[in-house]
């Protein structure tokens, strides 16, 4: 099992920053993608940034140019720079980490309110 817990979300205004963290505990051997997602009220949740095996990145085109993702394995964490922040870009976000093909897990999920 692995636990995911989150943290840096808040009220900021619109073109301020925040980072997010992740935290994983439990048994982590393996964990090789993890990932942002993000879900706004009324709508599905979506993926905003993963980074597999640590190196490589996407991120969704909306956020492109604005967010970074990085993962920090000696601490067992992984960010989300967040620039340049929109009123759409209001949600809660949540840490995900997958094992292999089947083995996946979720955070409680951190909110992010963007005012303009």
């Known amino acids: 099992q692995v636990h995911l817990v989150e943290s840096g979300g808040g009220l900021v205004q619109a073109g301020g920053s925040l980072r997010l963290s992740c935290v994983a505990s439990?048994?982590?051997?393996?964990?090789?993608?993890m990932a942002w997602y993000r879900q706004a009220p009324g709508k599905e949740r979506e993926l905003v940034a993963r980074?597999?095996?640590?190196?490589?990145?996407n991120y969704v085109d909306s956020v492109k140019g604005r967010f970074t993702i990085s993962r920090d394995n000696a601490k067992d964490r992984v960010y989300l720079q967040m620039n340049s922040l929109k009123p759409e870009d209001t949600a809660v976000y949540y840490c995900?980490?997958?094992?292999?093909?089947?083995?996946?897990?979720w955070g409680q999920g951190t909110q992010v309110t963007v005012s303009s």
């Open positions: 995900h980490a997958r094992r292999g093909l089947f083995d996946e897990y």
């Open positions: 980074i597999i095996d640590g190196l490589s990145t």
């Open positions: 439990g048994n982590i051997f393996g964990i090789n993608a």
